[in-house]
């Protein structure tokens, strides 16, 4: 995992831009990297990493891509799963890479939970069995928060009544490990 310590290492330090759809990202990160020099682009985006995605979004030129190094872009089919956990492990080869040839990275994109991710890690939990999943699902999310609430306050504190997938990712594990989110 990159840790947040791992990017701010005064050898290693890795810069992200980031901010709301349509702010301008791309721009600057190119003009940017046209200005220093020895930068090469890190996709955030979660719409970019797919091929074909290239209306509405603004997914560099071939021009740009040619022009300045770009990584994690057009790197899946529209029908192949790209995960948080996917883009951190990405993240984290293309970052050694581009350190290992001398040059730096520029980490560009609004996809939050990706950057977060990359910035704290995920949660590790295993992935619960079908049947699992289907009786949680079957609950209403008052009754996966009030279940939450009885054996981890702190968790159901900082997740939302209305988050239903991470209510039931965290009654997932403690039904699966006996642990607690928090």
Request: charged fraction near 25%.
């Amino acid at each position: 995992m990159v840790s947040a310590s791992r990017l701010s290492a005064p050898e290693k330090r890795v810069a992200i831009l980031t901010g709301t759809t349509a702010s301008g990202k791309t721009a600057v990160a190119l003009d940017f990297a046209r200005s220093h020099g020895s930068i090469e682009i890190i996709n955030a985006d979660s719409l970019l990493v797919y091929r074909g995605f290239d209306i509405g979004t603004a997914k560099p030129t071939p021009a740009e891509l040619a022009e300045i190094p770009h990584h994690l872009v057009d790197i899946r089919s529209p029908d192949e799963p790209y995960t948080a956990g996917d883009f951190v492990r990405d993240c984290e080869a293309a970052i050694s890479d581009i350190h290992s040839r001398g040059k730096r990275a520029l980490i560009v994109g609004g996809t939050g939970f990706y950057l977060k991710a990359m910035l704290y890690g995920l949660w590790d939990a295993p992935k619960a069995p079908a049947d699992l999943r289907r009786s949680l699902e079957a609950r209403s999310n008052q009754e996966l928060y009030d279940e939450l609430f009885a054996v981890d306050e702190e968790a159901a504190l900082r997740i939302s009544r209305n988050d239903r997938y991470r209510l039931i990712r965290a009654a997932e594990t403690v039904s699966m490990t006996g642990k607690t989110p928090s």
